[in-house]
């Protein structure tokens, strides 16, 4: 009969998930069923179509106000304060 004094082989260290102390001996994999899950998890084909579709509005939106502000700074003084309203509510 022997006696445990609190020591633990490597293997019991391994199966109770100890820290490991040199990371050259980790091995970590990922299934793809994992990936497949979280692109279910995230909203799938849609989700994806949608959130392409928004970012692709926004940066329409931003080309769009950049150009606009570009044809403001080149315009003549006049022009600018004439339309200054309407480049402002753009």
Do not use: P
Request: charged residues 20%; contains cysteine; glycine residues 8%.
């Amino acid at each position: 009969m022997s006696i445990n004094m609190g020591e633990q082989t490597d293997n019991e260290k391994k199966l109770k998930g100890a820290i490991t102390t040199n990371e050259n001996d980790e091995d970590a994999r990922v299934e793809c069923n994992v990936y497949r899950e979280f692109f279910r998890y995230c909203g799938g084909a849609w989700g994806v179509i949608c959130v392409n579709i928004a970012m692709t509005g926004f940066i329409t939106t931003k080309v769009g106000a950049d150009w606009l502000v570009g044809q403001w700074s080149k315009a003549d003084s006049i022009e600018q304060h004439a339309q200054f309203n309407y480049y402002c509510s753009m």
